[in-house]
């Protein structure tokens, strides 16, 4: 795929599960690290005049089916770990007192990515991998004392068998153990139980940036 790129060769991409299909074209040695699924504004402009009234509709539907942990069928494999209906859901000060924190104080979630996937599908980026994101935003955080931080694990399915052999678990406990206001989410407390107690998502990258804002909840997005 870089090969014909750089050799000023056209790329189409297919794009799409089982029941969908989209092709992309890549003309750009330019666009050798962008995701096939990213598509073109102009596309998503008409689509958003066109069908704005259905896809407001549908995609209320999903983020409130994700957060009662109840999602649809359609939805993504991610999300149906992310907000499973066996895990436990914790209110902020039940949280609170899990860790020993002080109610008042508001709380940031670091959502951690998948570190293996989605490293390259964005073009020029902030930061050169999700790796990267994850060490230098723990590191950040230790300077930070005026708010409670959860950093949560990426629900991750493993990809043709493997993990990472690095998880945002490892990297927790060699830059942040031991620092009272920077904790790590029990793995099993929901990803749904945190609308009701976080004043700001940071993510790398991901749907939780996306999730997050249709709850009036900012996200920093690297």
């Given at each position: 795929f870089q090969n014909a790129l750089?050799?000023?060769v056209i790329v189409y991409a297919?794009?799409?599960?089982?029941t969908t299909f989209g092709v992309r074209t890549f003309t750009n040695s330019s666009e050798k690290y962008e995701s096939w699924c990213k598509y073109?504004?102009?596309l998503i402009d008409f689509a958003s005049k066109k069908y704005s009234k259905f896809a407001i509709k549908k995609g209320g539907e999903i983020i409130e089916r994700r957060f009662s942990n109840q999602p649809l069928g359609i939805d993504s494999v991610d999300a149906k770990l992310a907000h499973n209906k066996n895990l436990k859901s914790l209110t902020k000060k039940e949280l609170c007192n899990l860790f020993?924190?002080?109610?008042s104080k508001p709380i940031v979630c670091i959502f951690g990515n998948d570190l293996i996937d989605g490293n390259f599908v964005d073009g020029k980026r902030l930061f050169r991998e999700n790796m990267t994101w994850l060490k230098d935003t723990l590191k950040e955080i230790k300077k930070i004392k005026s708010v409670n931080w959860i950093v949560k694990e990426h629900h991750s399915r493993p990809y043709a068998g493997q993990h990472p052999k690095i998880t945002l678990t490892d990297e927790y406990h060699k830059i942040c153990d031991g620092i009272a206001n920077i904790k790590l989410l029990p793995n099993d407390i929901g990803g749904s139980s945190l609308k009701n107690m976080i004043s700001l998502a940071v993510v790398?990258?991901?749907?939780?940036g996306l999730e997050y804002p249709c709850l009036d909840i900012p996200a920093l997005i690297a």
């Open positions: 750089k050799n000023n297919r794009d799409g599960g089982p073109p504004k102009s020993n924190w002080d109610v790398g990258g991901g749907s939780c």
